[in-house]
């Protein structure tokens, strides 16, 4: 088990900044906590875990939108929770590199934003998805290939205000000494 609290700042430009367009926008441009907990088991060769994550927004001021100045408001963006379950198996090779095959569901919440007391009935978000990884790592681990295919399906009731989009992503890893 472990347990967990992190404080994600806004680093990026968000749409309160002075952006000329969308593609400027790198953040969303709030402080949030966030409170985490993963439970993990491993019996070789097998491993399953569940993770929980609540985050809560804190509130800001907003004088400018998209670069240019408005009336200012208070904003705040809804509690966000999600949760993931996973399973993997792993495959030791002769060679001493291992293979891991794992598997995941994913969901996201977000409750709708607050601008000054009233509730942003535009705003708010869920997603769902699943994702399925495989994995090449050398004997000690200093070297790691990672392919994952991410899936986000296209039904009703699978998401609300989130693009859903299919990924594959191809990582590897090398540790210095």
């Known amino acids: 088990m472990y347990f967990g609290a992190t404080l994600n700042v806004p680093t990026g430009t968000s749409p309160y900044d002075d952006v000329q367009n969308n593609f400027d926008i790198t953040g969303r441009g709030f402080y949030r906590l966030d409170l985490q907990a993963i439970f993990d088991k491993t019996v070789y060769p ?3 875990s569940v993770a ?3 985050g809560t927004h804190f509130k800001r001021p907003v004088n400018r939108e998209y670069g240019d100045y408005i009336q200012p ?3 705040q963006l809804g509690d966000r ?3 993931s379950i996973s399973a993997g198996y792993t495959k030791f090779l002769s060679s001493g590199a291992s293979l891991v095959f794992a598997g995941a569901y994913t969901y996201l ?3 709708k ?3 000054d007391g009233v509730t942003d009935t535009t705003s708010g ?3 769902q998805g699943f994702s399925a990884t495989a994995s090449w790592l050398s004997e000690d681990a200093s070297r790691v290939v990672k392919l ?3 899936y986000t399906p296209h039904l009703d009731g699978w998401g609300e205000n989130f693009p859903t989009t299919n990924t594959l992503a191809l990582g590897v890893n090398y540790v210095f000494d």
Do not use: F, G, M, P
């Open 46 to 48: 097998w491993n399953a």
């Open 52 to 54: 929980l994550n609540y």
């Open 73 to 75: 408001y208070k904003k």
């Open 81 to 83: 929770l999600s949760s």
């Open 109 to 111: 919440q977000e409750d």
């Open 113 to 115: 934003a607050v601008i």
């Open 125 to 127: 978000l869920i997603k």
């Open 148 to 150: 994952t295919y991410s």
